[in-house]
């Protein structure tokens, strides 16, 4: 089992503390590549509050349009926001050119 080290934005920290987010989004890059079932995320938000979390399921997508069709957005971060607003954030963050050249994976979790 390995411990992986993942920085998040507070309002994304804070739906995976409440329980609400168990699907975290990232690219599917060379440090992704590297997680897997069983393995542990330490989360750490700006403030520098930390979490852990359980790998539970690798979700290997081309896309993050694609990801968001098959899972509700409570799983995906929390009923305050749209699939469309969330999907916005992602295409802003990741560019589609990105996206296509390391697919994307949604990492299943639990506290």
């Given at each position: ?63 993050f349009a694609s990801l968001f069709q098959d899972f509700p ?28 050249h390391y697919g994307v994976l949604g990492i299943r979790i639990?506290?």
């Amino acid at each position: 089992m390995t411990i992986h080290y993942m920085n998040l934005q507070p309002r994304y920290f804070n739906y995976i503390k409440s329980g609400t987010k168990r699907i975290e989004l990232r690219l599917n890059d060379e440090k992704r590549r590297q997680l897997q079932l069983g393995d542990t995320i330490v989360f750490t938000s700006p403030e520098g509050e930390s979490i852990s979390v359980k790998i539970t399921g690798l979700l290997r997508y081309q896309d993050f349009a694609s990801l968001f069709q098959d899972f509700p957005i409570e799983l995906l971060s929390d009923v305050s926001m749209s699939k469309t607003e969330l999907l916005n954030v992602f295409n802003e963050f990741y560019p589609a050119e990105k996206q296509r050249h390391y697919g994307v994976l949604g990492i299943r979790i639990e506290l």
